[in-house]
């Protein structure tokens, strides 16, 4: 079994409330000096069998119907690699 990841992110141009507002807040719980804080999506999907290109082609394109709203936001997918001896 294999883990691919897909993050959705708003695009550059998209205002981010959520983001501004843990910006906003940061200096306040006394972390300083970020100058920028977007927020986003992170997708794990669980897939059987081999990550090949069609599989990874099908996550890419339920990225885009389904997980993302194309029009404001980007995404990226990735397989993730499973960790030697890693427990569920």
């Known amino acids: ?3 691919v990841v897909v993050d959705v992110m708003l695009k550059p141009e998209i205002l981010d409330p959520q983001g501004q507002a843990v910006q906003r807040a940061l200096p306040r719980l006394g972390f300083e000096g970020v100058s920028d804080v ?5 997708f794990e999907l669980e897939v059987d069998g081999p990550v ?3 599989a990874l082609a099908r996550i890419h394109e339920l ?3 389904f ?6 936001e ?5 397989v993730e690699e499973e960790k030697a001896g890693a427990e569920k």
């Open 1 to 3: 079994m294999a883990r």
């Open 38 to 42: 977007r927020q986003g999506k992170r």
């Open 52 to 54: 090949d290109d069609a």
């Open 63 to 65: 990225a885009e119907s």
């Open 67 to 72: 997980l993302a709203n194309t029009v404001i």
């Open 74 to 78: 980007d995404f990226t997918v990735k």
